[in-house]
């Protein structure tokens, strides 16, 4: 870093301040990401199954597909944004992070695009192959039409938050996510039932409220990070397109984006599985598993700290303070979602009555949470490290872990439930087994990526000092 240019008090902080200070710093703002998605996710639930079962049903086949979208946004190429963005700043680059700022918004729209163009004319087929059939598809494909055809919305918001969170700036992008959710949860109700001269759209309402809401995040966003003042800024003129500044979000960015289609494939297959007992068992594990995406979420919102003082002492080629925050955000990680799990394992009816009062649907539901939800504690670390190894740059083994956890809970719940014919409660302790298999995994990943940091070599080929560089 350049001794003449001042260091910015965020980066500042980032640089020097206490880990596990700096680290609960930037978290804590994002507790209002996971009250804002506690919000996405519970809401729409409790709004369309006053619609009835083939609705709740439905979009309950549509719900990973846009948990994936959203989390590829937020945490799979979202992280490899706010990635590279630490690390330019880290490093003094300020007008390098400026460009990467721009290549965000060009990226946003090529994936938003892409989203639509892949989920619009296979989302039929796909969801006839989940099981979807007659008014449950109905339902299904009336949601994912509206979600899919505003893609770009939901991507474009998502990488601009990651841009600012890049900077070390939590606040904001926590505020606008609140706001968008709040937003989402009030159109909802009115866009479902109907109000006055706006007409019911039922499930389709759900989804509009989904995409009018995170659009006017984006508009908001774009309008804060072009104007002059902030640590980076957006200019559309003068910057011209890079190919190398792609390449450097995709670097992190496909393996990320792997990491996010192996969470939500892996609740696609589970929920298949589920279904092959009946769908009470469907609906039971599909709302069970709602909790699933509250702990990415809330390991999201450390998760983005951990990126951030990972990625900003990388790059000021401070190796041991870059291990030190991967080490204990994992752990923090695992703490805050270990607690969710076991209020959920200890009161797990109250979560199950949200959704429904079938008392087949809410006992199948009561034992999921009461065996996977001790487990919630090693997903935790698992997504801790995951966000680590993000913050390296260097993604692919915590991948690998998690692809262990997907193979690991599928084959388990596939043997349990198609070839030993056993109780529901052995498809779900083959998830538990899972979880803890992924924690050990990613456990395994930061030390790897974390070491091969520990001897970094300066620009005259010496080794450098532990410390940072000026």
């Given at each position: ?195 006055g001269p706006v007409p019911a759209l039922g ?213 349990a439930l198609s070839v030993f014919d056993a ?32 001897k970094p070599v300066s620009p005259a080929g ?9």
């Amino acid at each position: 870093m350049d001794a003449a240019k001042p260091v910015a008090p965020r980066t500042k902080m980032l640089l020097e301040a206490p880990v596990a200070t700096a680290l609960l710093r930037l978290a804590v703002p994002n507790v209002l990401n996971l009250l804002a998605f506690v919000g996405l996710i519970t809401f729409d639930g409790i709004f369309v199954s006053r619609l009835g079962p083939d609705a709740l049903a439905g979009i309950s086949l549509v719900f990973p597909w846009v948990m994936l979208m959203q989390h590829g946004a937020a945490s799979g190429v979202g992280q490899a944004v706010s990635s590279a963005v630490a690390r330019a700043l880290g490093a003094g680059d300020r007008h390098k992070a400026d460009a990467l700022a721009l290549h965000a918004v060009w990226l946003s729209l090529l994936l938003g695009g892409g989203s639509a163009l892949l989920m619009l004319p296979l989302g039929p087929s796909i969801y006839a192959a989940m099981g979807g059939h007659g008014a449950m598809h109905g339902a299904a494909l009336a949601y994912s039409q509206v979600v899919f055809g505003g893609a770009v919305a939901i991507w474009s918001m998502n990488l601009l938050c990651n841009v600012l969170r890049g900077t070390g700036d939590m606040k904001v992008p926590a505020a606008v996510i609140l706001a968008c959710v709040v937003g989402h949860v009030l159109l909802s109700p009115v866009l479902i039932f109907g109000l006055g001269p706006v007409p019911a759209l039922g499930t389709a309402g759900s989804g509009w409220g989904l995409v009018i809401s995170f659009g006017g995040g984006t508009l908001y966003l774009l309008q804060r990070l072009t104007r002059a003042g902030g640590l980076v800024q957006i200019r559309f003129r003068g910057v011209p397109f890079q190919r190398a500044l792609l390449a450097e979000f995709l670097r992190a960015g496909v393996p990320g984006m792997l990491n996010v289609v192996v969470n939500n494939l892996t609740v696609i297959v589970l929920t298949g599985l589920a279904g092959r007992a009946g769908r009470d068992a469907a609906i039971a594990y599909g709302m069970g598993a709602r909790l699933e995406y509250i702990i990415i979420p809330l390991a999201f919102g450390i998760g983005t700290g951990i990126v951030a003082l990972v990625g900003t002492n990388l790059g000021a080629r401070q190796p041991m303070r870059s291990r030190e925050a991967a080490w204990k955000g994992a752990t923090l990680a695992a703490l805050f979602a270990g607690a969710v799990g076991v209020v959920f394992a200890v009161f797990p009816v109250q979560w199950m009555t949200i959704f429904t009062h079938d008392p087949a649907t809410v006992q199948i539901g009561v034992a999921y949470l009461q065996i996977v939800g001790p487990f919630y504690a090693m997903y935790g670390f698992g997504i801790g490290g995951y966000f680590a190894c993000q913050g390296y740059g260097r993604v692919l083994p915590a991948v690998a872990g998690n692809f262990a956890r997907l193979v690991i809970a599928t084959t388990g719940g596939w043997l349990a439930l198609s070839v030993f014919d056993a109780r529901i409660e052995w498809f779900f302790a083959a998830i538990a087994c899972a979880f803890a298999a992924y924690a050990i995994a990613n456990a395994l990943a930061i030390a790897r990526v974390s070491r091969a940091q520990l001897k970094p070599v300066s620009p005259a080929g010496l080794p450098a000092s532990p410390g940072r560089q000026a």
